[in-house]
């Protein structure tokens, strides 16, 4: 798609800023399908064709999610940037208004309308996936945050009868319960689509990774569509080193980034380290690495980086995981 306009949007719960970068013209839209309906109507006022037109904004998470919906449904491209990367090519800039910062994306985008891709729309079913795991994963979390106030009210010995405790106890069950039902839902959609399905399975057989690992993955990664090897969801992952050298005097170890999905790079913290434990072959080159002088923190990188690709694999070869594949073969 050859693209003639970039708009620049800069969202909020209720409103939404537009600037186009040639035309230097502005429009608050509400964030809703009143507001979108505008939007489309002010396009045509402008006499931009919007089927060659580009919405470039950043990750807002839920209040994009109707917008976005509405874009897809009428063929307007949009492409979604972090914002820190907006804000690091900005340099150094004075004031903030919704209107400003939809100015500045917009020329952010115009800058780079030759790299920018277009924003590829995951299936309903990925997204339902989506909004259940991020709800059992806040729950997840407060049940940790309960877990560890009881522990420390035994620790400075409040008895188990106590108000405090039997509160806390109740909430932490009715948590469980909570989490079981979301696993149960989630588990019940996977089983309904053939490919999830298959992939679900798949990602399962390699050691260290399980029901939420695989989940995560398939979400992140749009059922392994969104992310062309495995080098490339490493760099999403934050587990890819790269160099850090500048000049002869400058020249660092190789390191990782710490721009990066970090939920995704937990799990795989976790992830490899159970599979150190339990599949031989990493647990073997783990304590060979260890042994020869290599940081532990280096060397679980590279595990979780195995994994990874393990990942990859078992995918494009549509079969489950065998340990000393090539002995094997």
């Not at 208004?97 to 790299?115: E, L, M, N, P, S």
């Not at 937990?266 to 060979?288: F, G, N, T, W």
Request: glycine residues 4%; proline residues 2%.
């Amino acid at each position: 798609m050859k693209v003639q306009h970039i708009i620049g949007a800069d969202l909020s719960k209720k409103s939404i800023d537009l600037v186009c970068h040639l035309q230097r013209t502005h429009i608050q839209i509400e964030n809703s399908i009143v507001g979108f309906k505008n939007l489309l109507q002010w396009l045509k006022q402008l006499k931009i064709n919007a089927s060659k037109t580009m919405i470039v904004m950043e990750h807002t998470g839920l209040y994009s999610y109707c917008f976005e919906k509405f874009l897809h449904q009428h063929q307007v491209a949009f492409c979604k940037v972090s914002a820190l990367e907006i804000k690091r090519s900005m340099g150094l800039v004075r004031g903030k208004t919704d209107k400003v910062d939809a100015a500045r994306i917009a020329a952010y985008g115009y800058q780079k309308k030759d790299k920018l891709s277009v924003d590829v729309p995951a299936s309903d079913v990925l997204k339902r996936l989506q909004m259940l795991h991020s709800v059992r994963h806040r729950l997840v979390r407060q049940r940790a945050a309960l877990t560890c106030a009881i522990k420390e009210y035994r620790h400075i010995g409040i008895p188990e009868k106590d108000i405090l405790m039997q509160t806390q106890l109740q909430l932490i069950k009715n948590f469980d319960k909570q989490i079981e039902k979301l696993m149960a839902e989630i588990e019940s959609i996977v089983n309904k689509q053939e490919s999830l399905k298959q992939n679900f399975q798949l990602l399962q057989s390699i050691p260290g990774v399980g029901k939420i690992v695989a989940l995560v993955a398939i979400i992140k990664t749009h059922n392994f569509t969104r992310f062309g090897n495995a080098r490339k969801f490493a760099c999403f992952c934050g587990t890819a080193p790269f160099p850090h050298e500048s000049g002869s005097s400058i020249k660092k170890r190789t390191r990782i980034s710490h721009l990066a999905d970090k939920q995704m790079k937990s799990l795989l913290d976790l992830s490899s380290k159970v599979a150190i434990q339990h599949d031989q072959e990493l647990r073997e080159y783990y304590l060979k690495r260890t042994e020869g002088g290599k940081s532990k923190m280096s060397t679980i990188n590279v595990v979780r980086n195995k994994i990874l690709y393990r990942m990859f694999a078992v995918i494009k070869r549509q079969t489950p995981f065998v340990e000393n594949y090539l002995k094997a073969a």
